[in-house]
Nanobody, 122 residues
Framework: VQLQASGGGLVQPGGSLRLGCVVSGSILGINHMGWWRRVEDEQRELVAVIQSGGSVEYADAAKGRFTISRDNAQNSVYLQMDRLEPEDTAIYYC?????????????????WGPGTQVTVSS
């Protein structure tokens, strides 16, 4: 199983970016999908998560500015980030709980993408 993220980059304060992540490989199903971020020298923190049924959860810092969505047919998750602030500068990681033939249907293992850099600066 591989996760491939895209959409990171440099943006000015107040701007927007859209991150995308595709899960590929031998997949029986995906339950949660989400985004985490890590600021330099700090711990990784949850940004947003979306369940297979569509329920979502956001970190307080993301509420009202970020929107998570997913395309189950494409095994993809997205993060629309608006009104970005310098404090949002971080490496963003996508994650997914994936069921594979190796672990069996109904059992899910967390997989992580390699991370994509988001820099908010003027």
């Amino acid at each position: 199983v591989q996760l491939q993220a895209s959409g990171g980059g440099l943006v000015q304060p107040g701007g927007s970016l859209r991150l995308g992540c595709v899960v590929s490989g031998s997949i029986l199903g995906i339950n949660h999908m989400g985004w985490w971020r890590r600021v330099e020298d700090e711990q990784r923190e949850l940004v947003a998560v979306i369940q297979s049924g569509g329920s979502v959860e956001y970190a307080d810092a993301a509420k009202g500015r970020f929107t998570i969505s997913r395309d189950n047919a494409q095994n993809s998750v997205y993060l629309q980030m608006d009104r970005l602030e310098p404090e949002d500068t971080a490496i963003y990681y996508c994650t997914a709980g994936v069921s594979t033939p190796h672990v069996g249907a109904g059992f899910f293992v967390d997989y992580w993408g390699p991370g994509t850099q988001v820099t908010v600066s003027s």
